[in-house]
C-alpha cells in the first residue's frame, strides 16, 4: 500500500505522554475499520500513529477527541513515515550486534561482485581484521553493458553465506528484481537497492514487506525529496529498517565517476530518522579519492562507509578502478578511526579473524 494523500493531507496522531496501550490500540482498531492502515511508532518522548491511506477531512476532528489523543498534525512533507516530523528520534537499524545510525561508525566493505570463493573469503578475512563490521559483495549486478559480468547470482549468495560462517561478517548484498527478494532474503542479512533500482516501486514494494533491513542507494538523479520518497515505500509496507546510502549523482563534471554530493548527509540527517551511510568507492570511480571523501563524510555525519576492496583491484571483474586492495583499506580504516575518535563517535578496533563464527 501506498502512502496517499497530496501535500498536506497526510496525518499523524501524537499520543498524550503516559497513553495506555488500550488508547494506542482502540486507535488503531477504529482507523483499520475505516480502512487506513495505522503505524504506530514508540519514541521515548511520545507515541505516534501515522495514518495511511486517503485521508479524508472529517478524520481529523474524529481522531482528536479520543482518549489517549494530544493532537493530530497534517505532515507538510509527502513524504511521512519517513520525516522527522513523524518521527524525532533517530532510528537505528540493528544487524546483529551491529548498530547502523547509533554513534559507532559501521564500515560495510568488500568486493563489487562476488567472484571466487577465495576472493570473497580472503577479502571478508582481510576487512574484518581491519575493523570493518559488515561484509559487501555483489551477487546480481547491475551493469551498463549486457555484455560485462553479471554476477553469480544464487551460487555467488552462497559463498557471501560461505565467507559469513568463516568470519561472523554479516552480509549486504544487492537484490534487482522482486522475483529474487525471497532468496537474497534468504542469504544477506541487508538487501541493497542500487541506484539504478531506486525508482522500481514494485521492488520498493516487495522489500517493504520482508523482514530484513535495506539499503536504499540515492540514484543517479534523485532529488533529496524523490529518495525519501522512495524510502516511504518500503516504511509504508510494514519495514521499518531502511538504512539511506549517498553514493554521488550525476552533474556535468566528467572528473569522477559520480559527484559525490556530502551535503546530502545532514540534509537528509534533518529530514529523516533514517540512518545515513556514504559509498565513496561508486560516489568518485577512482580508488585513491576513497580515502578523502570517507573521511569527509564521517567528519560530516555519515552513520557509516560502504566501501569497495578487493585482494587485486588490477585483476577486478568489475569496478577494480575504485577498489582498494587490503593495504589501502586498512590505512583508512586507521585513519578514520582517528576522525571517528576525535568527533566522539565510537568504532571497533580491528578484530582478528577465527576459524568459524
Ligand atoms: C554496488 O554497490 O556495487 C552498486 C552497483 O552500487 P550503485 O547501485 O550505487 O551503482
Ligand atoms: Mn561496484
Not at 540493528?94 to 571466487?116: H, L, R, Y
Not at 547491475?142 to 555484455?147: A, D, F, I, K
Amino acid at each position: 500500500m501506498g502512502a496517499e494523500g497530496e501535500g498536506g493531507s497526510v496525518v499523524i496522531i501524537v499520543m498524550q505522554r503516559g497513553s495506555s496501550d488500550d488508547d494506542i490500540r482502540r486507535i488503531e482498531e477504529r482507523l483499520n475499520q475505516k480502512g487506513y492502515k495505522a503505524q504506530v511508532s514508540r519514541g521515548v518522548e511520545r507515541t505516534v500513529i501515522g495514518v495511511v491511506g486517503r485521508i479524508i477531512p472529517e478524520l481529523k476532528d474524529e481522531m482528536e477527541v479520543l482518549s489517549g489523543v494530544s493532537e493530530v498534525l497534517r505532515v507538510s512533507k509527502p513524504y511521512k513515515l519517513a520525516s522527522r516530523e513523524f518521527k524525532p528520534e533517530s532510528t537505528i537499524v540493528k544487524v546483529g550486534n551491529v548498530a547502523i545510525g547509533s554513534d559507532q561508525v559501521v564500515v560495510m566493505a568488500g568486493p563489487c561482485a562476488v567472484e571466487t570463493e577465495e576472493q570473497v573469503i580472503s577479502t571478508a578475512h582481510a576487512v574484518k581484521a581491519a575493523g570493518a563490521s559488515i561484509l559487501r559483495g555483489g551477487a546480481f549486478k547491475p551493469r551498463t553493458s549486457p555484455y560485462s559480468f553479471r554476477g553469480h547470482g544464487v551460487q555467488g549468495l552462497r559463498m557471501l553465506a560461505k565467507a559469513r560462517a568463516e568470519t561472523g561478517l554479516p552480509v549486504i548484498t544487492e537484490v534487482m528484481s522482486t522475483e529474487d527478494v525471497e532468496t537474497v532474503a534468504e542469504y544477506a542479512d541487508i538487501l541493497q537497492v542500487g541506484a539504478r533500482n531506486i525508482q522500481n516501486y514494485n521492488l520498493l514494494d516487495r522489500v517493504g514487506r520482508v523482514q530484513r533491513p535495506v539499503l536504499l542507494k540515492r540514484g543517479f538523479s534523485t532529488t533529496y525529496e524523490e529518495w525519501l520518497l522512495c524510502a516511504e515505500y518500503i516504511l509504508a509496507g510494514g519495514n521499518n529498517n531502511v538504512i539511506l546510502c549517498e553514493r554521488g549523482i550525476r552533474t556535468f563534471e566528467t572528473g569522477t565517476r559520480n559527484t559525490m554530493d556530502l551535503c546530502a548527509i545532514p540534509v537528509v540527517k534533518k529530514l529523516s530518522h533514517l540512518p545515513v551511510i556514504a559509498d565513496p568507492s561508486h560516489g568518485t570511480g577512482k580508488w585513491y579519492l576513497v580515502k578523502p571523501m570517507s573521511l569527509a563524510a564521517i567528519a560530516a555525519g555519515a552513520h557509516g562507509l560502504e566501501i569497495e576492496v578487493h585482494p587485486n583491484p588490477d585483476t577486478a571483474w568489475s569496478d577494480g578502478p575504485q577498489s582498494l586492495n587490503f593495504e589501502n583499506f586498512n590505512s583508512l580504516m586507521n585513519d578514520i578511526r582517528a576522525v571517528a575518535l576525535a568527533l566522539g563517535r565510537r568504532m571497533p578496533e580491528p578484530a582478528k579473524t577465527t576459524a568459524s563464527a
